[in-house]
């Protein structure tokens, strides 16, 4: 990358209330650059991170017998002030996501959510006919 040239080009401020939720996903692989960075300015949640698809073509997600989340799923508590930068293979390989709730619980504590707020920071793909 040129010296000078920032290192994201697009941001999203979100805005959630209590028991929404954001649908697991990749971020749009021909449209945003690797390296993102999600600040959670507000409120807490868990987020959860899975396998993608993408990472192995014949990759069929298990469901764990005593949870609703597919085998391999990895849980993050964010809380107000939390950073969290995805790259390499946590970008390209991992989907993220955070389950509709009203609580969540972390190591057997109990957190109703609040109104939160987070900020996604990205660099954008050079513009091709494919990217949309």
């Not at 991170?49 to 017998?65: E, G, L, R, W």
């Not at 609040?114 to 990217?131: A, C, F, G, K, N």
């Amino acid at each position: 990358m040129p010296i000078g040239t920032p290192l994201f080009d697009h941001m999203i401020a979100n805005h959630y209330y209590p028991n929404d939720g954001l649908v697991s996903h990749v971020d749009l692989v021909n449209r945003f650059a690797d390296g993102i960075v999600v600040a959670s300015i507000s409120g807490s949640c868990i987020m959860e991170f899975s396998p993608s698809d993408n990472a192995n073509q014949n990759h069929q997600p298990k469901v764990n017998q005593n949870h609703h989340q597919p085998a391999g799923t990895i849980e993050m508590f964010l809380q107000q002030g939390d950073l969290i930068g995805l790259s390499g293979e946590a970008r390209w390989d991992w989907k993220h996501g955070i389950p509709v709730r009203l609580n969540d619980q972390w190591q057997g504590e109990i957190y109703p959510r609040t109104e939160r707020i987070s900020v996604t920071l990205r660099r954008l793909l050079p513009q091709t006919d494919e990217s949309f």
